[in-house]
């Protein structure tokens, strides 16, 4: 009887433990599953529907990683040159949205030829991603002109705790390779958006620390110079010539209008480490002894006779601004001696 007894009650203990594990486990998910959502909607009423503030999602091709913005040049066959002007443009997402048909039409106009145009430039991209993506698809081109325009990549990157030269995709890569299990739980929480969104507030705040570093800044400059020289090389193979120029920044425009005042910009805590570091870099650019088929010119001055509105965040470019900025590049690069190479 006694026995009878106990074993039910050991039962009911078991049952009892059972789902007193059941009921914590079910709490527990309830509880993540609240956090991601509350994250979720939260990131939703902050950036809208987009994640692009939060997650970067990423395509992989050896030597380079590229972003879902422009992977049409990844193993493109291109048709025959025959006489037509060819331009390439490198840059990164600023570079990228450049309208083709007003580079084509500007560029018509002063070589009466038949002009093609060709952007290489991709979301994100440093200067040796230019070079890189030159040397495996550029070449083939045999362009006529190349246009690169960057500048803010490569200060950002650098902190992000990454050496100069060496974009932000390279730890995932190296991680992956290197750390292979630690990297497949990184991956497995980095698909919850309050994780990322942990990481993204630890990243700003080593950003802002590493911001302070004039070390480093001063190697991203030598390696900057670099890359650019290396691509005037390449260019001169092509018998090319190159147009290097450092991107606008709006908040060193001097004609800001009441619209561009009132953009929203997520990366506030950037704007006096950049407006500070594209000072820096033309002023040493500016003094560089560059080839002579290569002409630097510095875009930060390009909106300062303008009242239009040019600028859609910090860093971008509408259309009318675009147009602006491709008049004021063929026009500083004249009065630097570029000419073209039919002339």
Avoid at 171 to 193: D, G, H, Q, T
Wanted: charged share 25%; aromatic share 14%; glycine share 4%.
């Amino acid at each position: 009887m006694f026995k009878w007894i106990r074993n039910i009650l050991e039962k009911k203990a078991v049952e009892t433990k059972a789902l007193n594990i059941i009921l914590g486990v079910s709490v527990f998910l309830i509880l993540i599953l609240s956090i991601e959502f509350g994250t979720r909607s939260l990131v939703y009423f902050v950036h809208g529907p987009s994640v692009a503030k939060t997650i970067w999602l990423l395509k992989y091709e050896p030597y380079l990683s590229y972003t879902a913005i422009n992977p049409s040049k990844i193993g493109k066959e291109f048709p025959p040159k025959d006489d037509k002007y060819r331009i390439l443009i490198l840059g990164g997402s600023t570079a990228i949205q450049i309208p083709l048909d007003i580079v084509k039409e500007k560029f018509q106009e002063i070589t009466n030829r038949k002009v093609e145009v060709f952007n290489f430039a991709d979301g994100g991209y440093i200067f040796s991603q230019n070079l890189v993506s030159f040397v495996l698809y550029g070449i083939k081109l045999n362009p006529d002109l190349v246009i690169s325009l960057d500048g803010a990549n490569d200060m950002v990157f650098i902190t992000k705790k990454m050496p100069p030269g060496v974009n932000e995709q390279s730890v995932y890569i190296k991680r992956s390779v290197e750390r292979p299990f630690l990297n497949a739980f990184l991956c497995l929480f980095n698909k919850s958006m309050f994780v990322k969104s942990l990481f993204k507030l630890n990243e700003r705040k080593n950003e802002v620390l590493l911001q302070k570093d004039k070390k480093i800044f001063n190697k991203m400059i030598t390696y900057y110079i670099q890359s650019i020289n290396s691509v005037a090389a390449i260019a001169k193979g092509c018998e090319a010539e190159y147009i290097c120029v450092l991107q606008p920044y709006l908040y060193l425009r001097k004609t800001i209008t009441e619209e561009e005042k009132d953009l929203h910009n997520p990366y506030f805590y950037r704007d006096e480490y950049l407006k500070n570091g594209f000072k820096r870099l033309d002023n040493v650019l500016s003094k560089e002894v560059f080839p002579s088929y290569v002409y630097y010119v510095s875009a930060l001055d390009a909106f300062n006779n303008s009242d239009e509105t040019c600028f859609w965040d910090n860093l971008h470019l509408n259309r009318k601004g675009n147009e602006i900025l491709i008049d004021y590049i063929i026009k500083k690069a004249q009065e630097k001696g570029f000419y073209l190479n039919d002339q």
